[in-house]
């Protein structure tokens, strides 16, 4: 019996993305893309190297949120732009909007001479998404956030990468996108966003109906595969006992295997 969580089924697909990574700079943003991360490397890429967030490189794999007691580096904010144009790097971010082509807004909502609302401003995504593997988390899937055109390009997807040329295209990488719902890539027909699998619990009729633009499918959509018991117990004793998982994604239960 597998009494799954949608938030830890979430995280082992999270994992799912970093596990063919080998040794590279897991850069994960946010709770659960740092929970997939490290779970990963306590799973299937125990070579991948991350940090606590902030500056330092970890040698331990410590719970959300805790400071690790092995220290391998540092890792200033000057010294990510030299990993990020080296392209050893893999980086979830988030994304408040995401269109059909796989690009990302987190700069403003609406026209970009008046917005609506201003969010973050591009930060690292324009750069991220030329120079290293890029995914992004999405904890509320909705057709608000899955968009046929974003308002804003802050990370670049595979075909806009194209049109601007090789300097864009030759490192862009666009891994996976991974919701609540589903998880994605962009390797549908023209470079269009494409449904991977479904969450237990998800019918690929509820997908398209909260995502805004016709999904690229190809076949019978799998569901995504539940955590293994050993991922399990390492989420729940190991990595998040306090349980902040179910603060992003409310604990939906899994259907059982």
């Known amino acids: 019996m597998n009494d799954a969580t949608r938030a830890e089924v979430c995280a082992a697909a999270i994992a799912d993305a970093f596990k063919d990574d080998g040794e590279i700079f897991g850069s994960p943003m946010g709770m659960l893309p ?17 940090s606590d967030g ?18 391998e580096g540092w890792i200033p904010f000057r010294r990510v732009f030299d990993v990020i144009a080296y392209g050893r790097r893999h980086v979830m971010m988030g994304a408040t909007q995401v269109d059909k082509h796989g690009n990302q ?10 917005p609506k609302r201003q969010l973050l401003g591009s930060r690292g ?34 075909k806009r990468a194209k049109e601007a040329g090789i ?13 609540n719902l ?14 991977l699998s479904v969450h237990p619990g998800v019918t690929v009729d509820e997908v398209r109906a909260n995502t805004g633009f016709e999904l690229a499918i190809e076949g019978d959509v ?15 004793e190991v990595l998040d006992p306090k349980k902040l998982r179910d603060r992003e994604v409310p604990p939906v239960q899994a259907a059982a295997s």
């Open 54 to 71: 902030e500056a330092l490189f970890l040698g331990g794999v410590p719970p959300l949120f805790a400071k690790g007691d092995v220290i």
């Open 125 to 158: 995504a324009p750069g991220n998404t030329v120079n290293n593997r890029t995914s992004y988390w999405v904890p509320k899937h909705s057709d608000r956030v899955f968009v046929e055109h974003v308002d804003i390009v802050s990370g670049v997807g595979p």
């Open 182 to 195: 589903a998880v994605f890539d962009v390797k549908g027909a023209d470079d269009t966003v494409r449904l």
């Open 222 to 236: 799998p569901e995504t595969r539940l955590p293994t018991l050993e991922e399990l117990t390492i989420i729940r």
């Open 167 to 179: 300097g864009a295209s030759k490192y862009n990488d666009i891994h996976r996108i991974v919701s």
């Open 105 to 114: 807004n987190i700069s403003a909502i609406g026209d970009f001479a008046q």
């Open 34 to 50: 740092m929970l997939g991360v490290r779970l990963a490397k306590l799973t299937s890429n125990p070579d991948l190297v991350i």
